[in-house]
């Protein structure tokens, strides 16, 4: 059954992106409601990200808050909770050094799909992510492409480089049953598809198993605009 969706803008220019991400989730027949905004924005060098802020804004289920980031070079330089946090006994500290060299969530979505760039292989990287409560890493490998269907046909390929997620807990995290799932699963999966008219891979699905059952996201439609090329329309 459906629980919600998620809609993710970017622009790009040679040298700088910004990206925001609108999540919306609802549950038993909208008595549970939540919606969440993300914001980021940098620079690009070499085609990789490097974020300067970040921002996440989340209201609904009794919470309501707000993360701020900003980033120096490439580490995070400060952090700031709205309502603050209060004391977490129950966590893994994080540390300075848990803070170099990392992305947030929305800059390591966009270090994935600028791959197409380099010429490397997707699934085969490391992502360092802290989304200014928890650092974690995400380990991708390769499994079987999969091949997608279009509502209508795109004229780009049609199969998807699926990437197994193995996902490693620094720092932020409780250790509890949740984390151990999550740490110990190995049915974490993203979908890419490659767009090479726009020389990118766009996340087509998402799944993540959780101890309630499998999560899955999947994309209905993606527009990409170019200078060069137009306007690219896939429509599932």
Known sequence: FDVGTFEFRSTVNAQTYTLTGHAQLSALLGALTWKGERRTGGTL????????????????????????MNFAGDHVANVSHAPPLPPQTDTVPVRDAHLKGVLDPL????????????????????????DGRQRFDLVLSFVPE????????????????????????????????ETQHMATTSGIEIALRPVPIANLFVPHQITVPT???????????????????????LVY
């Open 146 to 177: 999969e091949r997608i269907v279009e509502a209508k046909p795109s004229g780009q390929p049609d199969m998807a480089l699926v990437c197994r997620v193995q996902y490693f807990p620094v720092a932020g995290h409780k250790l509890n049953e």
């Open 107 to 130: 800059s390591a979505v966009m270090a994935l799909a600028r791959t197409a760039n380099s010429g490397a292989d997707p699934c085969k990287r490391k992502l360092s992510i802290f």
């Open 45 to 68: 060098a070499a085609n990789a990200p490097k974020p300067a802020g970040y921002t996440f804004d989340f209201n609904g289920i009794g919470k309501t808050g707000s993360i701020r």
């Open 211 to 233: 101890i309630a059952g499998s999560a899955t996201l999947t994309s209905q439609w993606v527009h990409v605009t170019t200078q060069r090329n137009g306007q690219i329309a």
